[in-house]
């Protein structure tokens, strides 16, 4: 993203009140600390103020640029390696040495990418703009302690794909055509456990097409963990059909 081009003309309140101006609709948290002012397919672009403190915990998000435009902030951050476990057939997130901490001012910018930790702190009187790329190669949220750097929890970036997963339940339960293509498109997923309850959903309504899958997916399969997964089941399925 050039942050450069992006935050041209909103560079200032006013900047950022005028185009409010011209927006017919706004999404305001409970909070009133957040203010959606533009979102897309591809993009949002978000007007944060303070108050706000470092917490307990660092995450990720989608990779944006943020502009600073009144008062000050300080950002922490950490770096984030993947890193696959359990010979492949799973992965975890951890922190890459130690945090750092930037102070920012009216005018400064800086890229924050997703395999980066980051909180906030910020003064009473600031004002910040993020630019959010909404990627969908972008899919994991990674939380970890602010002062160990280990991880709590990683779980689904988006609401949406956490959706899924209740959705793939109810696929595999149903008994309808329709709803086993879905459950085969859902198993080329690129996100990995996504793809793999899909597999488990289509084991529950066809075991001859999941030991298919799984022989096709330990080599074509786009996620790692999934061709992992499928060569280390297909001994077991193979026992199962000898």
Same mark, same amino acid.
């Given at each position: 993203?050039?942050?450069?081009n *992006?935050?041209?003309?909103?560079? @200032? ?8 101006? !011209?927006? @017919?609709? /706004? *999404? ?17 672009? #978000?007007?944060?103020? =303070? ?19 009144? =008062? ?5 951050? $950490? ?8 010979? =492949?057939?799973?992965?975890?997130? %951890?922190?890459? =040495?130690?945090? *750092? $901490?930037? &102070? !920012? ?6 890229? $924050? ?17 993020? !630019? ?21 929890? *990683? ?6 794909? +956490? ?8 696929? +595999? %339960?149903?008994t309808?055509?329709? @709803? ?5 498109m ?18 529950? %309504? &066809?075991?001859?097409? +999941?030991?298919?899958? #799984? %022989?096709?997916?330990?080599?074509? /399969?786009?996620?790692? $963990? #999934? ?16």
């Amino acid at each position: 993203m050039n942050n450069e081009n *992006t935050f041209e003309n909103l560079n @200032s309140i006013q900047a950022v009140l005028d185009m409010l101006a !011209l927006q @017919s609709e /706004h *999404t305001f948290t409970t909070d009133k600390s957040r203010l959606v002012l533009k979102d897309s397919p591809s993009h949002r672009l #978000v007007l944060y103020k =303070g108050p706000s403190c470092f917490g307990a915990t660092l995450c990720n998000s989608a990779p944006h640029s943020l502009c600073v435009l009144q =008062g000050a902030l300080r950002i922490k951050q $950490v770096t984030l390696e993947e890193k696959l476990i359990n010979n =492949g057939t799973a992965s975890i997130f %951890r922190a890459c =040495g130690s945090a *750092t $901490v930037s &102070d !920012l001012n009216p005018g400064d910018s800086i890229q $924050v990418d997703y395999l980066q930790a980051f909180d906030y702190q910020a003064s009473k009187d600031a004002y910040w703009l993020a !630019l959010y790329d909404k990627d969908v190669i972008h899919t994991k949220s990674v939380k970890l302690c602010a002062v160990t750097l280990e991880p709590i929890i *990683t779980s689904l970036l988006y609401q949406n794909h +956490a959706r899924l997963f209740n959705f793939i339940e109810v696929l +595999a %339960r149903s008994t309808c055509e329709k @709803s086993f293509q879905a459950l085969l498109m859902l198993s080329a997923s690129h996100i990995d456990e996504l793809a793999w309850r899909a597999i488990e959903g289509i084991y529950l %309504r &066809d075991r001859y097409k +999941a030991s298919q899958l #799984v %022989r096709e997916y330990q080599i074509s /399969h786009c996620s790692e $963990v #999934v061709r992992n997964r499928a060569s280390a089941m297909l001994p077991s399925l193979e026992l199962m059909e000898a």
